[in-house]
């Protein structure tokens, strides 16, 4: 398997614009997350899917972030309008059977919003 | 509410020294996940090791050993004979099993660790 895929992994954009992040989860996993990773605040969890069904979004920062999962083998992550303080590195992991088994993360997207 | 404290934001230590990075959780389920997650410099998220609740048996693997102490709410990972590949930044993470609303997959802040030649 070619393991969680995301797109783009660099993307630079400016403030105002609106941001789409791609992840492909392995195939067959059932659990998708998408985390958000800044100096300042580490490793947050956004939002988490099973079964294609957002279960937790509490971590979502505010109303111009929002996440989709149409399909088992394709998410989404937006951000409209976008904000300086949006930069980080947005991670999507899956996993399979339950949220509590090992993560395979992807390698991240890199956003920066001047 | 869980929590994962790691307290050493960033240990040095020269090749071939053992090295303990400490995590320290909260939990109020008696049902519960610890995981350790390695991100080397090119920045991807990998996982080591997974513990649950139940089992406190230590756990070796190669030049990586865990410590599980329920008593002491801790999950130490030591690395044996350090090399330099070994630096990365060390994430310790907690999941309780029932995943209700309030509850998340937490990670700590990570420790760096740098293998000095």
């Known amino acids: 398997d070619a393991g969680v895929i995301q797109s783009p992994r660099h993307e630079v954009t400016e403030m105002g614009q609106e941001v789409t992040l791609r992840c492909k989860p392995i195939?067959?996993?059932?659990?998708l997350f998408w985390y958000r990773q800044t100096m300042m605040r580490g490793l947050e969890l956004l939002i988490y899917f099973n079964n294609n069904v957002p279960i937790d979004d509490s971590g979502m920062p505010e109303d111009r972030f929002s996440a989709k999962m149409p399909n088992a083998s394709f998410s989404t992550l937006k951000i409209q309008p976008s904000e300086p303080r949006d930069s980080a590195v947005y991670f999507c992991a899956s996993i399979s059977g339950g949220p509590y088994n090992e993560q395979f993360f992807g390698p991240g997207t890199r956003l920066t919003v001047l | 509410a869980q929590k994962v404290t790691q307290a050493q934001t960033e240990i040095s230590v020269v090749e071939k020294e053992d090295v303990t990075l400490d995590c320290v959780y909260e939990t109020r389920d008696t049902t519960y996940y610890l995981f350790w997650y390695k991100q080397p410099p090119s920045g991807e998220l990998v996982f080591l090791i997974r513990?649950?609740?139940?089992?406190?048996q230590n756990e070796i693997s190669g030049r990586y050993s865990w410590n599980f102490q329920k008593s002491t709410s801790s999950f130490n990972f030591t690395i044996t004979a350090s090399q330099v590949v070994d630096s990365a930044v060390y994430f310790c993470?907690?999941?309780?099993?029932?995943?209700?609303?309030?509850?998340?997959?937490?990670f700590g802040k990570g420790t760096r660790l740098h293998i000095l030649p």
């Open positions: 993470a907690l999941s309780e099993a029932s995943m209700n609303r309030d509850d998340k997959i937490i």
């Open positions: 513990r649950n609740s139940f089992d406190e």
């Open positions: 195939s067959g996993h059932d659990y």
